[in-house]
């Protein structure tokens, strides 16, 4: 077999590998609880799917405008004119097959060969093999944990150099569901400004879903509203990560490299998908999103409560998203049946084996002393698997 240098510079994603793992253990008849996907197990709202179908009756089914069509486009720059203070044209937005495409049009766009990115870490598992893609080099920057995972201005500005380019952050976080308050954006927004050269990808496919009292979006401070690139989509907030809707907002010259890209790659998203996501963009969310959001938060403190019974893991009190990611190494060095676990990746495959319950390793976002637990699934299964999960580690001596 012969592949490019390119492919074989970048890893799998680790959370569709340990997905994988579960269906194909299912799918030999064994009982395993997933915790590893990101996905809500909520239905998409009904007047979404019934403007979708409605859609399809009315023959949306030929090739859009690459970047979507105008009336989304037009919704978009309504919602977040009307839910984030932000102003944004049509030509300013680009549709694409997901937030993730969204976040690789704006990384080729921008980076070149040896050009540096700033991550924040942990970060999101697809952000460092995206800036490999581009031939970037990613500077990794530390959110300890004591910090709630989130980053200082000092340390920004330290990680800064003459090759920077651009910073990519999730807020709220995948994979730790820490939240940036106004002020903490606004000091290092105040940092970034200070480097004209410098570019901020917000990630904020998580706005609807936090526990704070509300979502805030860099792009709202003015004096860098131009090197901002807002990234969203339908995925987590609406329940609708089948459909594949992801949003680009940002400078318009940026805009119209995104839709020069993915032009060349998918042209436009799902035509019906697009008409879905129109209606997403018009749905009230206190009546269809809130219950979601108050669906999570009991899940997130049902977890929580259930860590604390386990001896030895800490964690966080994660503001938004479905995530927790607790610290493990206690168990590091401990061993069972002639299995020693070193890392937080033995210690996934050792709960995979003997709980029958999937989680994603730290090393996937960039810290193997962590797992990241997703609570997108039901208060049941949660408790189950908190049980079987504190079974087995008690076996670990």
Same mark, same amino acid.
């Given at each position: ?5 390119? &492919?074989?510079? &970048? #890893? =799998? ?18 009982d395993i609880i997933s915790l590893s996907l ?7 709202? =009904? ?20 970047? +979507? ?18 102003? @944004?044209?049509?030509?300013? &937005? *680009?549709?694409?097959? +997901? ?36 031939? +970037? ?19 920004? /500005? ?20 820490? *939240? ?9 927004? =105040? ?14 496919? !998580? ?17 860098? !509203? ?19 809707? +992801? ?25 019906i998908t697009q008409k879905a996501m129109q ?5 009230? *969310?206190?009546?269809?999103? /809130? ?38 190494? @206690? !168990?590091?060095?401990?061993? @069972? ?22 989680? *994603? ?8 002393? !962590? ?8 208060? #049941? ?17």
């Amino acid at each position: 077999m012969y592949l490019s240098d390119r &492919i074989k510079a &970048i #890893s =799998e994603s680790q959370t569709i590998a340990m997905a994988r793992k579960s269906r194909e253990l299912k799918a030999k008849g064994i009982d395993i609880i997933s915790l590893s996907l990101g996905e809500p197990d909520f239905p998409t709202p =009904e007047p979404i799917k019934a403007f979708a179908k409605k859609a399809i009756d009315d023959n949306f089914s030929f090739y859009t405008h690459v970047s +979507g069509y105008l009336e989304l486009r037009e919704a978009i720059a309504h919602k977040f004119k009307r839910d984030n203070g932000l102003h @944004y044209t049509p030509d300013q &937005i *680009v549709v694409s097959t +997901g937030a993730k495409q969204s976040i690789a049009n704006a990384v080729l766009c921008l980076i070149n060969p040896g050009d540096e990115v700033i991550v924040p870490t942990p970060y999101w598992v697809s952000y460092a093999e995206i800036i490999k893609l581009a031939g +970037g080099i990613p500077v990794f920057v530390e959110g300890r944990f004591e910090n709630d995972f989130k980053i200082t201005p000092e340390q920004l /500005e330290k990680s800064i150099s003459r090759r920077s380019r651009l910073i990519m952050l999730s807020t709220p976080c995948n994979p730790t569901g820490s *939240v940036y308050s106004y002020h903490e954006m606004k000091a290092l927004a =105040e940092v970034i400004v200070k480097y004209p050269d410098l570019y901020l990808l917000s990630d904020e496919i !998580y706005e609807h879903i936090h526990f704070t009292d509300r979502h805030h979006s860099f792009a709202a401070f003015d004096f860098i !509203y131009d090197r901002v690139i807002t990234i969203n989509g339908v995925s987590k907030g609406f329940a609708m990560t089948g459909w594949r809707g +992801g949003i680009l907002a940002g400078p318009e010259w940026l805009a119209k490299a995104c839709d020069k890209m993915q032009g060349q790659f998918t042209s436009a998203t799902c035509s019906i998908t697009q008409k879905a996501m129109q209606k997403a963009m018009e749905l009230d *969310v206190a009546t269809y999103i /809130e219950p979601m959001r108050q669906a999570f938060q009991k899940r997130r403190d049902l977890v929580l409560e259930g860590l604390k019974k386990i001896p030895g893991l800490k964690a966080n009190v994660p503001q938004g998203a479905f995530y927790v990611f607790p610290l493990v190494e @206690y !168990y590091f060095n401990k061993s @069972y049946n002639g299995f020693t676990v070193r890392n937080a990746t033995d210690l996934s495959l050792f709960l995979l084996e003997h709980a029958h319950v999937s989680l *994603v390793p730290g090393v996937a976002f960039g810290d193997d002393r !962590y797992i990241r637990i997703s609570y997108a699934t039901s208060e #049941s299964l949660l408790a189950e698997a908190l049980r079987r999960i504190e079974n087995a580690l008690a076996k670990l001596k």
